[in-house]
């Protein structure tokens, strides 16, 4: 690096670990500090040659665009919907993320909510706390090992939540834009016709224009009455509207969600159903995996000013 500190944008918030680690390295201004981020941007835009931001917030491209000796965004998170790589990419700026890191993290929560949504252990837990048990029973649940378990995205995640089913004894299929080379599930070419097939579909597939409500009523139809949808990828690879209609009538048995269309912001209508476990995108939550993340992210940077190299690159 220069002798001098080099000018980093931070937008949002970080974990206090990581801010302090990028203060210690960098000379860092948050973007949320300013009363008028557009006129801040406008004076000392050119000052900044390194961005950090979270897969949850991104960055508009705008801001970007007001970063004319911007080199590198450094990204805390897998996704990259809310940030416009292409863009930046055509800027001459490189895109660093966090992937790998939090992969057994978000199939581990994959895999529980599967099992809450089947056997209902969360409402199980709301039953005993109630005091419903001592004049009531409830009400039996559905099994898991065995059955087919449907993968929408089989990346990096998907791959991973399919080595967890073996320890199940289920049987796996996928569906990708295209099949994945050396594995030995089954690939289905149509998310419909996997829906079909799966008692259990989870949602591990990339979020953006392209998987936007691809899971719609048609598809939750076909999945059917004794079937289960889990999310650990995006909210708005779900038609969320058609999901609390087919949760409300029973169309299909139930949900684990880890993510939604408008976070923080939960429907109301799907806040008061029973049969669907809610979790605030929780996915890579541990102590673990959201320090790995945060080494991955000043990795990136240190990588990207000793050599022009991502050690992760979008």
């Known amino acids: 690096m220069s002798s001098s500190p080099i000018r980093l944008l931070q937008i949002g918030r970080q974990m206090p670990a990581l801010e302090a680690a990028l203060a210690a390295q960098y000379q860092v201004h948050r973007l949320a500090d300013e009363a008028d981020p557009q006129a801040f941007l406008a004076a000392h835009g050119a000052e900044f040659e390194a961005l950090v931001t979270s897969a949850a917030i991104g960055v508009e491209h705008a801001v970007v665009q007001a970063l004319p000796r911007l080199r590198v965004i450094s990204s805390f998170g897998v996704g990259l919907d809310k940030i416009d790589v292409a863009a930046a990419k055509a800027q001459g700026v490189a895109v660093g993320y966090t992937p790998e890191v939090l992969t057994d993290c978000v199939a581990d929560l994959a895999f529980g909510l599967l099992i809450d949504a089947a056997r209902g252990l969360s409402a199980a837990d709301r039953f005993v706390r109630r005091g419903d048990w001592e004049s009531s029973k409830f009400p039996m649940s559905t099994r898991v090992s065995g059955k087919k378990l449907g993968i929408f995205g089989l990346g990096r995640i998907g791959s991973t939540i399919a080595r967890r089913a073996s320890g199940f004894d289920m049987t796996v299929r996928y569906t990708n834009r295209r099949p994945v080379e050396g594995v030995a599930y089954g690939f289905e070419p149509s998310l419909l016709a996997l829906a079909r097939w799966s008692d259990f579909l989870v949602i591990a597939a990339a979020g953006g ?16 009455p004794q079937g289960f949808i889990v999310n650990v990828a995006r909210g708005s690879v779900i038609d969320e509207a058609a999901l609390i209609q087919a949760l409300s009538h029973r169309s299909i048995a139930g949900a684990g969600l880890d993510v939604f269309e408008d976070e923080p912001h939960v429907p109301a209508a799907l806040r008061a159903l029973d049969n669907v476990v809610l979790l605030p995108h929780v996915a890579s939550a541990t102590h673990e995996t959201r320090q790995a993340m945060a080494d991955r992210v000043l990795a990136n940077l240190a990588s990207f000013f000793r050599d022009q190299t991502l050690v992760s690159a979008a």
């Open 209 to 224: 224009p392209s998987t936007q409500h691809l899971v719609n009523a048609e598809v939750l139809s076909a999945l059917g």
